[in-house]
Nanobody, 124 residues
Framework: QVQLVESGGGLVQAGGSLRLSCAAS????????MGWFRQAPGKEREFVAT????????YYADSVKGRFTISRDNAKNTVYLQMNSLKPEDTAVYYC?????????????????WGQGTQVIVSS
């Protein structure tokens, strides 16, 4: 199982930016697709973004398309989520996840390893 540690969350004003990072513990990081999910208080976890093993394919939730960018650096075993033009409705705990395969996927059940989450709060 891959151990994942997120960082970069915090409090930001609406319209601001944050960059989340997720460091993986395994040297085979480059073999897995990765994803970001989020869970707001009282709501179910939802898909945010995913990237395939090479970084060449990405998918986004409609709610973040054009504002968020997922990327990865396989040499550093790290995946990133650049979040711009943040809105109060982006407030949530953000989770990094490692897929069981190489292909980008929006399906939570396809991910076998999850980080502990990092809190993002966007004030209006």
């Amino acid at each position: 199982q891959v151990q994942l540690v997120e960082s970069g969350g915090g409090l930001v004003q609406a319209g601001g930016s944050l960059r989340l990072s997720c460091a993986a513990s395994v040297s085979t990081f480059g073999s897995y697709a990765m994803g970001w999910f989020r869970q707001a208080p009282g709501k179910e976890r939802e898909f945010v973004a995913t990237i395939n093993w090479t970084g060449g394919t990405t998918y986004y939730a409609d709610s973040v398309k054009g504002r968020f960018t997922i990327s990865r650096d396989n040499a550093k075993n790290t995946v990133y989520l650049q979040m711009n033009s943040l809105k109060p409705e982006d407030t949530a705990v953000y989770y990094c996840a490692a897929s069981r395969g190489q292909l980008a996927t929006r399906i939570g059940a396809d991910f076998g390893s999850w980080g502990q989450g990092t809190q993002v709060i966007v004030s209006s």
